[in-house]
């Protein structure tokens, strides 16, 4: 089993669409989580982290949720600037970083 | 990046030859993680290191490729003898904060190989 699987899309929504990426974890000792996000194949930028109070920047609200292991972005209001790939990422015990696939998604006008 | 250095941005080499990539984490961080990511797929993890130790290398391919991260200098991922399905795009990552929690990555290393 994957460590961190996400749905890989491509997710296609209107400007002004609220979008919602689910991510789930297999490993319960997963310390901290982020969402990444990538560009046309250039390098993942940190997004966010998402703590288990769940926090909130902007537009994009993260959420995790430990007793059944996953992790959710909302971004609200989308924009065709948000139109990227989004990598949902555990740090394990062992300091080692776990990437989903990512989760395409597309803004259209 | 956030100081996460990689050389070269683009690489080309011959079937057979030897590919060298570099990477120099964030100033006041001695770890790295490689990782690949091949056309149309996600990132994949190859190697986690230590400045002169090698802390994970459960993703590495069993020949061909080694990785080492000198006390002095970059860290060096190494290919040796390329086949065309090691083309691909190599990133490096290194902790960026006090904590170590978050990774930044370098620009990558967008291996050819012909």
């Known amino acids: 089993r994957k460590e961190v699987e996400q749905d890989p899309g491509p997710f296609n929504v209107p400007e002004g669409a609220t979008v919602a990426f689910n991510c789930t974890y297999s490993n319960s000792a997963s310390q901290s989580f982020f969402w990444y996000r990538q560009d046309c194949r250039k390098e993942p930028k940190l997004l966010m982290s998402?703590?288990?109070s769940g926090n909130e920047d902007g537009r994009f609200t993260a959420q995790l949720n430990r007793a059944s292991q996953y992790i959710s972005l909302l971004i609200r209001d989308s924009k065709l600037s948000d139109s990227a790939t989004y990598l949902c990422?555990?740090?394990?015990?062992?300091?080692?970083?776990?990437f989903g696939t990512g989760t395409s998604l597309t803004v259209i006008p | 990046n956030a100081g996460v250095m990689q050389n070269p941005r683009h690489l080309v080499r011959r079937r057979g030859q030897e590919a060298r990539l570099r990477c120099s984490p964030v100033k006041g961080h001695s770890h790295v993680y490689w990782y690949r990511q091949l056309p149309e797929e996600g990132l994949k993890f190859m190697v986690y290191l230590q400045k002169e130790n090698i802390i994970d290398e459960s993703g590495m391919p069993k020949e061909r490729f080694s990785a080492e991260f000198p006390k002095e200098g970059p860290s060096i991922l190494r290919i040796q003898q390329v086949v065309r399905g090691d083309s691909a795009a190599y990133f490096c990552a290194s902790p960026g904060s006090l904590l170590g929690t978050e990774a930044f990555f370098g620009q990558g290393t967008r291996l050819t190989v012909v």
């Open positions: 998402v703590y288990s």
């Open positions: 990422v555990a740090l394990n015990t062992g300091n080692q970083f776990y």
